[in-house]
């Protein structure tokens, strides 16, 4: 009999990894267990889907259960949940939706993709169904088809994390007025509080109405009741982030981790022999700060997944870890952040300071030449970059890839502005911004200015 | 008598380090000598005021001679040009063109900070008027008058690296017909010849004549003389590159370095005791070959500057080097690179391997998605990053700045992979172009591939 492995979960973290398994070890026999009717899709298109700039919801499918099933041979089993996992009988007990029957299907090796799913606040009628998560294709087409039928002319996001954010311009665009509610003083917490001001400036420009530090008490019939009154909705939106879907591997047995997440190694092994997990059902190590985090984020779980899929055939592959970058665009402003912001840092107990700059995207004396905001975070003394977010025109936020790359290499400020950036008037000041901001960094490091 | 700094040339190397070195000697006395009649110009902004994406030749001026008077307290001399150095008596023979005079000019520490000048050719006609090379804004308006005054229809640019490029894109937009004469097989040197071509093809979609493998053989009347012919122009370009202005320093005894350039040290500081030069007239170190270079772009001049004044000042900065990185924008292309080409691998005797990835600037599913092109460089066994190209549509050129990163912290491609770069549908696929060209060029350089 081959050796078996069982894929839980039809996205990123179990059909990446299965499929890098299948290309180690072409024996192996891989089922890979779906609950939904879909494989490899992309949940960061549901808002350009919504919003319209993509055709159609499959198209936003990678890879489909036909073509891992024939170019890959993995046996993609559709609409079949994994319910319960027995480590000693090496066993996963399946509920088949389609033939309403349960079975067990044994295993080798096992990994965990079971992703996350949106957090859903404890609300009074928060399981109302004009009350959206978005996650998964299902989602989607459950929202879409929502939009359609109630008019879907007034909609209320509850929460300002990225998703909500892009769910909201998405709205704005099909013609929707649009409320975001936020019970924190600002959105996007993954900001520092003067850069989060600036995205939902950008957003009121687009007239998007931003209500922050309010906070939601509960779902009615066409209504959303908040602190500050009630709001009227047609369909409402949950912003709030996504936890890890845990339970299975935790009742199992199996060690969880930051935020709740399966508690992996560098080689995406969890605490059990032959069980791995990958994806945003687990969690990563932050390269600034060595503590394990949940970071929910496709760009990882593609990562995780080569690797666990590489060591489940036998190799030896290992994930490093995040520097924790993550980039949005919303109503024509460019948002990107990486390592760790000032409450970040105060968080982590490091010592830091931190500077802002003002530049464009392209040289100033260009008839078009985007501003930008540059905000750089280094550690006092040690002058170690911590992190940095910009918020800008366009041109804006993949500069921050060059914050990432130096977080990786573990550079000062001071070793970040020797950097030999790319520039012609159509793509920087002859000083990048990125520059600057190291330069200031690393001079207000090095003179221990004042602890901010 | 307070100490005295002369600085020669009043552009980025010139007074970057004047300015710099006035922050930290505010006692110093710093006499800047100008040949021309402007100081800190954008010679890079010169093809978009042909283009008129700039209104005013003086919108590319940085900082007027009246401003490093008045803020910073540079005695800056317009029209006086170094003629000669006195090392042993430590004098500069200034000639003075307004007045038509000369003097001599005693100094504490001196600044070579003489930029380089378009290559001009030897080839009969070559000093006509109408043919231009574009470096100063003096340059550029004399090349614009005299594109007013003959019509400048019809327009040939003779060889094909940057700014040549850029010049003829910008007399297209002029209305002028353009035609480009390289006497290699292809243009832009600096690229790999596969590169180069994806850029002679761009040019051609955009109506641009683009004639490779024609050398040059001189210019007549109205007339280019080539060796495929004839070619009608009303104006010529150069765009064979630049020559360090290193004369002035090689006649005063001070060493000159790779490709003729003045010999500097990592501080910026020539052989001479107290004599030091910034900017196009000097060469640096290539981080990834250690080999000496003369790189004359603004970048590397501003950097080099700063270190230079900050050790004229007392303090003790060092400028490491450059990676050799580069960007323009043609007839809506992006193009990069940095590190080493293939043939520049080759020509350093490393045992290198080069891939090269088709992938799109955002998520392919979108509507609009541009298309890039990015080739990696590495080197067999070790694994080493040594280089990348770029050439694709909007979002594509700054992309190479991670690259430059890496190669700043000497990382391998492996280590590259693991690099947490920025996702959000409308800024990269999900798997940034530049990791999965990493990703390949890992594979590869470990397999030993078949040697390129």
Same mark, same amino acid.
């Given at each position: 009999m081959p050796e078996r492995l069982v894929v839980i979960g039809g996205d990123a973290g179990g059909m990446g990894a299965a499929s890098q398994a299948r290309r180690g070890r072409p024996d192996l026999e891989i089922v890979a267990l779906e609950r939904?009717?879909?494989?490899?899709?992309?949940?960061?298109g549901i808002p350009y889907l919504v919003g319209g700039? &993509?055709?159609?919801?499959?198209?936003? &499918?990678?890879?489909t259960p036909d073509e891992f099933r024939d170019r890959l041979h993995i046996d993609v089993r559709l609409?079949?949940?994994?319910v319960a996992v027995d480590l000693d009988r090496r066993q996963v007990e399946v509920r088949d939706h389609a033939a309403s029957r349960t079975f067990r299907l044994g295993f080798d090796q096992l990994l965990f993709g079971t992703g996350a799913r949106p957090r859903r606040p404890?609300?009074?009628?928060?399981?109302?169904?004009c009350v959206f998560g978005v996650q998964t294709l299902d989602d989607a087409e459950a929202l879409l088809a929502h939009a359609r039928d109630s008019g879907g002319s007034r909609v209320v996001v509850v929460g300002g994390g990225y998703i909500g954010l892009e769910m909201a311009e998405a709205f704005t665009q099909r013609g929707a007025r649009v409320v975001v509610v936020e019970?924190?003083?600002?959105?996007?917490?993954?900001?520092?509080a003067d850069m989060g001001a600036l995205v939902s400036e950008a957003m009121r420009r687009h007239d998007i109405d931003v209500r922050c530090g309010t906070a939601t008490l509960g779902f009615d019939e066409g209504v959303v009741r908040t602190e500050a009154g009630d709001l009227p909705a047609d369909l409402v939106v949950l912003g709030l982030g996504v936890v890890a879907n845990s339970e299975l591997a935790g009742d199992a047995g199996i060690a969880l981790g930051a935020g709740g997440a399966v508690a992996v190694d560098e080689r995406q092994a969890?605490?059990?022999?032959g069980v791995w997990a990958a994806g945003d059902c687990c969690e990563s190590t932050h390269? &600034?700060?060595?503590a394990k985090v949940h970071v929910p984020l496709g760009t990882v779980a593609n990562k995780q997944a080569r690797v666990a899929g590489t060591n489940i055939a036998g190799g030896d592959a290992r994930?490093?870890?995040?520097?924790?970058t993550a980039a949005v665009k919303l109503c024509g402003t460019e948002i990107a952040r990486t390592g760790l912001s000032e409450k970040e840092a105060t968080r982590a107990g490091l010592d830091h300071t931190a500077v802002r700059v003002e530049s464009t995207t392209?040289?100033?004396?260009?008839r078009e030449a985007p501003s930008l905001t540059v905000k750089m975070v280094a550690e006092r003394g040690s002058g170690r970059l911590l992190g940095a977010q910009i918020v800008g025109g366009?041109?804006?936020?993949?500069?921050i890839d060059v914050v990432a790359t130096a977080l990786h290499a573990g550079m000062t400020a001071h070793q970040a502005t020797q950097l030999d950036l790319a520039y012609a008037p159509p793509f920087s000041p002859v000083w990048d911004p990125v520059l600057i901001a190291a330069r200031k960094a690393g001079e207000q490091a090095a003179a221990g200015g004042v602890r901010r």
């Open positions: 939904g009717g879909r494989t490899s899709w992309s949940a960061c700039e &993509v055709d159609r919801l499959d198209d936003l &499918v990678v890879r609409h079949h949940e994994a404890d609300l009074p009628g928060v399981e109302r169904e019970r924190e003083p600002q959105v996007m917490g993954t900001l520092d969890t605490g059990a022999e390269l &600034v700060t060595g994930f490093p870890g995040v520097v924790g392209r040289a100033g004396y260009l366009n041109g804006s936020a993949k500069r």
